[in-house]
């Protein structure tokens, strides 16, 4: 049984995209998880099951926090000791959450290790990030490397005090337009954007007018928390099979220099690829079966799921960048993805208030010329491009 395969069956009569249902499961399986396992590269390179995941679709078009709620469901069931934020907070509240989630696990000497484990959870990612504040940015990415010491200065006491064992995992959801208006320009290509890995989708994955619970996705829903638990228990280091070092040195030697595709938004992004996938192989061991040693079928599996992802992951900056602008160009891709089909002068008057016709225009041919829209000019009809 696999834990990934079962949930898109239960989750299959929901109208989300089969992508985003996938790594919703994928974000509930690292939730669990925790920093209670490991999987040693060296002495020096730890990796921890940690991701910072980011849904991002037009506004309405495909259910992007119907797919979330599913997970959350699981995650606030009591067995799973999952400590999950509030989706608005500051950043003292944040750091005082993080603190207060301190957990303990046996380890393999028979010790108790603490670690400080956090999920956070956000329908509405740009609320969450308080609108590009530079301080909780400049935290999350800290967090995401998971040291074993995070330092930070207190407030009150105008003193510095510590986090031990820091892991934190992020699934958060936006639209293209409040991501260029969420990161600082600064921040794109590194900091936390090459940390982020964005899954993109324009539409639903299907229409249900009535939605339907069945008693088979009751018993699938039982059957996974009974299963999520059980994964939530596991403890210590992963091992690897020599069939998975070989793959992993294929892979990672005939990538090398070749990033999936072209743009400069994403180079942060292309020097951390090897360590998701690292990321995501333990993920799919669990998932599939959790006997902490890991072989290449979970590495396959991992780099096939990244690599479906990054099909449509340049779509998610779109309209990001120093272009004047970059601003208008992902409101129009937002409007026509809503509307579906729109007439160009209806489109045009929409935005009237900030770009002449001609410099509109020119959006629009570039927009066609890259592959995002297409424009009928015989009948002034604009939609996406398939």
């Not at 069956?9 to 499961?25: D, H, L, Q, S, Y």
């Not at 324009?202 to 009535?210: C, S």
């Not at 990538?255 to 998701?276: A, C, L, M, Q, W």
Request: proline residues 5%; contains cysteine.
């Amino acid at each position: 049984m696999d834990w990934l395969e079962d949930y898109l069956e239960m989750t299959e009569n929901t109208e989300p995209p089969a992508i985003f249902r996938k790594w919703v499961g994928i974000s509930c399986l690292a939730s669990v998880l925790q920093r209670k396992v490991f999987l040693p590269r060296s002495d020096d390179l730890i990796i921890y099951p940690n991701l910072y995941i980011v849904l991002v679709a037009p506004p309405g078009k495909a259910r992007k926090g119907t797919s979330m709620k599913v997970g959350y469901k699981m995650l606030t069931e009591p067995a799973m000791q999952v400590v999950l934020s509030a989706e608005a907070t500051t950043r003292e509240a944040l750091i005082r959450a993080l603190n207060n989630a301190r957990l303990y696990y046996r380890n393999e000497d028979g010790l108790d290790d603490p670690h400080s484990s956090l999920t956070i959870y956000s329908p509405e990612l740009a609320v969450f990030l308080g609108n590009g504040s530079t301080q909780m940015y400049s935290d999350l990415t800290d967090w995401y490397d998971c040291r074993s010491v995070w330092n930070y200065e207190t407030k009150q006491k105008e003193t510095s005090d510590s986090l031990l064992n820091v892991w934190v995992n992020l699934i958060g959801a936006t639209t293209p337009a409040l991501i260029q208006r969420t990161i600082p320009p600064d921040a794109i290509g590194g900091g936390l954007s090459s940390r982020m890995i964005f899954i993109y989708a324009n539409r639903k994955g299907k229409i249900v007018p009535n939605p339907q619970t069945t008693d088979h996705e009751r018993r699938l829903r039982s059957d996974l928390i009974g299963r999520l638990e059980r994964i939530h228990l596991l403890t210590g280091p992963f091992r690897v099979t020599a069939a998975y070092e070989e793959l992993w040195d294929k892979w990672y030697r005939s990538v090398e220099d070749r990033p999936p595709f072209k743009d400069d938004k994403f180079s942060g992004y292309f020097e951390r690829r090897p360590e998701i996938i690292l990321k995501l192989s333990i993920i799919m061991h669990v998932s599939r079966e959790p006997s902490m040693l890991l072989d290449d079928r979970d590495l396959a599996s991992a780099i096939y799921t990244l690599e479906e992802a990054e099909v449509n992951m340049p779509r998610a900056l779109r309209g990001v960048g120093q272009n004047t602008y970059a601003t208008i160009i992902a409101r129009v891709i937002e409007v026509v993805a809503r509307a579906g089909s729109i007439k160009y002068g209806e489109l045009l008057g929409l935005f009237l208030d900030d770009v002449m016709p001609a410099e509109f225009d020119d959006i629009l041919v570039s927009l066609e010329k890259t592959g995002c829209i297409m424009w009928f000019q015989n009948t002034g009809e604009i939609k996406l491009a398939e």
